[in-house]
């Protein structure tokens, strides 16, 4: 890349801003420009590095003047900006590519619909208490390109979402992991679950024989797909099924075996810190990518019997008159609350909605029809989720705050129910963002 290149960011936050600093620190002519407001603990960062920004607004004569752009995963590709930049013929990339041409550093990249950030996690706390010196970055921690502006890790650990892999075209994953694709974020693939499941495969582009796939054998998409072509690259699948892989991982008699190139790993169930065969799943791609990274059979073994799940995940919050309260508040999809509603063998007072992302109910009608004795709908506008399911349970009610929501589905309970907060929507129509609808849950249910 050229020394004189002007750079445009689109995006002020985490990823934006760490993208900046890189750019700055390269020697790059870099400006950054947010067409809302930027948060404080980001501007005085920009103001500390003297990289000029806007926000509330873009100045198109500044910002189109420019060789390349780094564009923040949140925007999407059918803004008015994005549409001229693309007219211009300016490359238009996200922060991980960028990032990724300044680093030798080992990437191990991980996404799927559902799983990746405890499996990003859990494979981040394997590493780390093998005595690595890895980095946690992407869709969770902080941004890769300011830790790569910044930081000098040998491993990374990338939680990869769709949005970021559209903007991705030479970097390399040296181990991908796939966890599931099942239908989300379609109202930004046009309503395409083809275009979407495309978006999600990038995450092998650029593989050779090198690297290596780690993949979920059960999820009939990602298998298709991929025995419908030559891959080039090794090949790790992981299944709850008894099938004996040559190098992969599955059960057998209440055990995971995990098979790479060494010594087979095994552990039984019980002894996993995550239960629930969602958590199966996680464990099993976290242990194989901690193999392929020659990490002794007992540390994994430790790692996965002491790792502490997520806030915002299947998180027990409290125990109020004898009803169990659940925050599952990072359940932005349908596939998310299917393990949900499968895990748990209560009746269950569920708490759902927000905004929709192109949901089909239809795909857990019959785990609600089953395990709910009344839905507790928590958005603007619940239209869809009374249609699905308003013949289906006995009580179906209508909130629009969370303190409202934690007292109904409070009154609709009695002793040895669970109340499950797990929306299957996105929460930007009542909240900033997930944790904050996950933590006026919390709060409310500890006013009870």
Same mark, same amino acid.
């Given at each position: 890349?050229?020394?004189?290149?002007?750079?445009?960011?689109?995006?002020?936050?985490?990823?934006?801003?760490?993208?900046? =600093?890189?750019?700055?620190? $390269?020697?790059?002519?870099?400006?950054?420009?947010?067409?809302?407001?930027?948060?404080?603990?980001?501007?005085?960062?920009?103001?500390?590095?003297?990289?000029?920004?806007?926000?509330?607004?873009?100045?198109?004569?500044?910002?189109? /003047?420019?060789?390349? !752009?780094?564009?923040?995963?949140?925007?999407?590709?059918?803004?008015?900006?994005?549409?001229?930049?693309?007219?211009?013929?300016?490359?238009?990339?996200?922060?991980?590519?960028?990032?990724?041409?300044?680093?030798?550093?080992?990437? =191990?990249?991980?996404?799927?619909?559902?799983?990746?950030?405890?499996?990003?996690?859990?494979?981040?706390?394997?590493?780390?208490?093998?005595?690595?010196?890895?980095?946690?970055?992407?869709? !969770?921690?902080?941004?890769?390109?300011?830790?790569?502006?910044?930081? /000098?890790?040998?491993?990374?650990?990338?939680?990869?979402?769709?949005?970021?892999?559209?903007?991705?075209?030479?970097?390399?994953?040296?181990?991908?992991?796939?966890?599931?694709?099942?239908?989300?974020?379609?109202?930004?693939?046009?309503?395409?679950?083809?275009?979407?499941?495309?978006?999600?495969?990038? =995450?092998?582009?650029?593989?050779?024989?090198?690297?290596?796939?780690?993949?979920?054998?059960?999820?009939?998409?990602?298998?298709?797909?991929?025995?419908?072509?030559?891959?080039?690259?090794?090949?790790?699948?992981?299944?709850?099924?008894?099938?004996?892989?040559?190098?992969?991982?599955?059960?057998?008699?209440?055990?995971?075996?995990?098979?790479?190139?060494?010594?087979?790993?095994?552990?039984?169930?019980?002894?996993?810190?995550?239960?629930?065969?969602?958590? =199966?799943?996680?464990?099993?791609?976290?242990?194989?990518?901690?193999?392929?990274?020659?990490?002794?059979? /007992?540390?994994?073994?430790?790692?996965?019997?002491?790792?502490?799940?997520?806030?915002?995940?299947?998180?027990?919050?409290?125990?109020?008159?004898?009803?169990?309260?659940?925050?599952?508040?990072?359940?932005?999809?349908?596939?998310?609350?299917?393990?949900?509603?499968?895990?748990?063998?209560?009746?269950?007072?569920?708490?759902?909605?927000?905004?929709? $992302?192109?949901?089909?109910?239809?795909?857990?009608?019959?785990?609600?029809?089953?395990?709910?004795?009344?839905?507790?709908?928590?958005?603007?506008?619940?239209?869809?989720?009374?249609?699905?399911?308003?013949?289906?349970?006995?009580?179906?009610?209508?909130?629009?705050?969370?303190?409202?929501?934690?007292?109904?589905?409070?009154?609709?309970?009695?002793?040895?129910? !669970?109340?499950?907060?797990?929306?299957?929507?996105?929460?930007?129509?009542?909240?900033?963002?997930?944790?904050?609808?996950?933590?006026?849950?919390?709060?409310?249910?500890?006013?009870?």
């Amino acid at each position: 890349m050229k020394q004189n290149m002007k750079i445009t960011i689109l995006g002020g936050g985490e990823s934006g801003t760490g993208a900046a =600093i890189l750019a700055k620190k $390269k020697g790059f002519d870099v400006f950054l420009s947010d067409n809302g407001a930027i948060k404080d603990k980001y501007k005085s960062v920009l103001k500390n590095f003297e990289i000029g920004f806007e926000e509330n607004g873009h100045t198109f004569d500044r910002i189109l /003047d420019a060789d390349l !752009v780094i564009k923040s995963p949140g925007i999407p590709e059918n803004v008015p900006v994005v549409k001229m930049f693309r007219e211009k013929g300016v490359p238009v990339i996200s922060e991980i590519e960028f990032a990724g041409r300044y680093t030798q550093a080992k990437k =191990i990249c991980i996404t799927g619909s559902n799983g990746k950030t405890t499996t990003t996690l859990l494979l981040h706390h394997i590493l780390e208490n093998a005595g690595l010196n890895v980095g946690l970055a992407g869709n !969770v921690g902080n941004s890769f390109a300011w830790q790569v502006a910044t930081r /000098d890790f040998d491993v990374y650990v990338l939680e990869i979402s769709s949005f970021q892999l559209d903007g991705m075209f030479d970097f390399k994953a040296d181990i991908a992991i796939l966890m599931n694709i099942t239908p989300d974020h379609l109202d930004r693939y046009e309503g395409s679950f083809e275009k979407y499941a495309q978006s999600k495969f990038r =995450i092998i582009q650029n593989q050779t024989e090198n690297d290596a796939l780690i993949y979920c054998y059960d999820d009939p998409v990602i298998t298709q797909r991929i025995n419908a072509e030559n891959q080039r690259m090794q090949l790790f699948p992981f299944s709850l099924m008894e099938i004996e892989f040559e190098q992969g991982a599955f059960l057998k008699n209440e055990n995971i075996i995990i098979k790479t190139h060494n010594k087979p790993f095994i552990m039984t169930l019980e002894q996993l810190a995550l239960q629930g065969k969602h958590n =199966i799943y996680n464990s099993m791609a976290a242990g194989i990518a901690a193999r392929l990274m020659d990490i002794r059979n /007992d540390s994994i073994k430790q790692s996965l019997s002491d790792f502490h799940n997520i806030p915002h995940r299947l998180e027990y919050v409290a125990s109020v008159h004898g009803i169990t309260f659940i925050n599952d508040s990072k359940a932005t999809n349908l596939n998310s609350t299917w393990y949900a509603l499968e895990y748990l063998d209560k009746p269950i007072v569920w708490i759902a909605g927000g905004i929709d $992302k192109g949901n089909d109910y239809s795909m857990i009608s019959d785990l609600v029809k089953e395990k709910v004795k009344a839905i507790v709908c928590l958005g603007v506008n619940n239209q869809k989720l009374f249609e699905a399911f308003d013949k289906k349970v006995e009580t179906m009610v209508e909130t629009t705050t969370m303190e409202q929501a934690v007292i109904s589905a409070y009154h609709l309970s009695k002793k040895g129910d !669970v109340v499950l907060l797990s929306p299957a929507c996105a929460s930007f129509d009542l909240f900033e963002n997930y944790e904050d609808r996950g933590n006026q849950f919390k709060e409310h249910v500890r006013a009870l």
